[in-house]
Every structure is written in C-alpha cells, then in structure tokens.
C-alpha cells in the first residue's frame, strides 16, 4: 500500500475518534437515516466541498456533482440524484451553486480541443452563445469568465425549472425552491445570484407540463 493511500486511512480514523469524541452516539444517529433539506448540484472541482463551504453536517445536504455544475436535460444521472432529493427525500431547497475560476468554464471560453469532455462543454458554449452580446462586450478575459461563471449558474437554475420533476412537485403543492449561487474560491465567500423559483410564474408556456 502506498504512503499517500495509508495516509488517507489514517485520515479517516482520526476524523472517526474526532466525531465520537465529541458525540459517543454520532454513528448510531447517522446510521437511522438522512433527511436532507438542501440538494446541492456543484462542480466536480476539489476545491468546492460543499459540506464544507455550507458548514452542514453528513445527513443535511443531499450532493451531486459534475463538471461545471451542469443541468441538462437528458443526464440521466442527474436527473435520477434530482428524482430522487425531491420525490423521496423531500428536499425544500435546490442550490446550483458555480465557482469562479471553473475550469470547465474558462475551456468552453476557448476553442482547444481536450477530448471526451468537449462533447460536455459545448453545453457550456451554448451558454456563451446566448449572452454572447453582453460576453463579448467585456474585454477582460478574468472578468469575462467570471461572468460567464454567472450566466451559467442562471441557465441551469432556468434547466431546473423545466424538468418534469420540479413542476411536479409544484403542482403538488410541495415547497421546493431552486436558487442559484457562486463560491468565490479567493475568498471563500458564497454569493446569492438573486435568482430563485418557487413556482413556473416565470417559465415560458412552452416549457410547462400538464399536471400528469
């Protein structure tokens, strides 16, 4: 076994001996059952734990990542994490929370080509595609980025609200929010857009489903 794999498992111990330190039932209570509040979607990015960037303890927050914290709309693994947070866990909140700096952002920005991932990021250029009036005003690349960042945290919180399954869960009265949020990783803060639907007051009638 190599330094840096037993390194982990020793990691894991001293965290286990910290929780049961602090509360000798903690495991006990876990192990009952989760009944998260917030479900998370998130970019893969290893610098964004959203358990940590949130302060929220194992069993509070329902999490999914991928890269560049995309919605979209035929990811069947997505779609199964989002079935399931808000049809069985119940889950009031849905945050798609972005990071400036993202990787997957700053690489749909450009025209490299980087394999596989290409096919995901178009996506991401998509995005760029329908604000690229205001994009292509800003002459700064760093604060074009940051921008898009934004932009395409509301087009996934937009994503949100036409699946069948959030309007479900409005049509059946239940109280379910999606907001969309940024973490500035230079600072560690996180930053509310001002974008959040309880209802499809605001989708187009296009997008909306008939009550099933």
């Known amino acids: 076994m190599s330094d840096l794999h037993f390194q ?19 495991y006990k ?80 920005m450009g025209n490299k080509q980087y394999g596989l991932i290409d096919n995901w990021l178009r996506n991401i250029k998509d995005v760029y595609k329908t604000y690229a009036e205001e994009l292509d005003n800003i002459e700064d690349t760093h604060e074009r980025g940051r921008r898009l960042v934004e932009l395409n945290v509301i087009e996934q919180i937009n994503d949100l609200s036409k699946t069948s399954i959030v309007q479900n869960a409005w049509k059946n009265g239940q109280s379910l929010q999606i907001h969309g949020w940024v973490y500035d990783i230079n600072d560690g803060i996180l930053r509310d857009l001002g974008v959040s639907f309880s209802d499809m007051s605001a989708l187009q009638s296009v997008y909306q489903f008939e009550k099933a």
């Open 29 to 108: 209570n876990l192990a009952k059952g989760q009944t998260p509040e917030y479900l998370w979607i998130g970019c893969s990015d290893s610098r964004v734990p959203a358990n940590e960037v949130t302060g929220t303890k194992p069993g509070e927050m329902f999490v999914h990542r991928n890269i560049a914290n995309m919605v979209i709309h035929n990811d069947l693994n997505l779609l199964s994490v989002l079935s399931y947070a808000v049809e069985v866990l119940k889950v009031k909140h849905v945050i798609v929370c972005g990071h400036y700096g993202c990787g997957g952002v700053l690489a749909a």
């Open 8 to 26: 982990l498992l020793e990691n894991n111990k001293e965290w286990v001996a910290n929780n049961i330190k602090r509360d000798p039932d903690y």
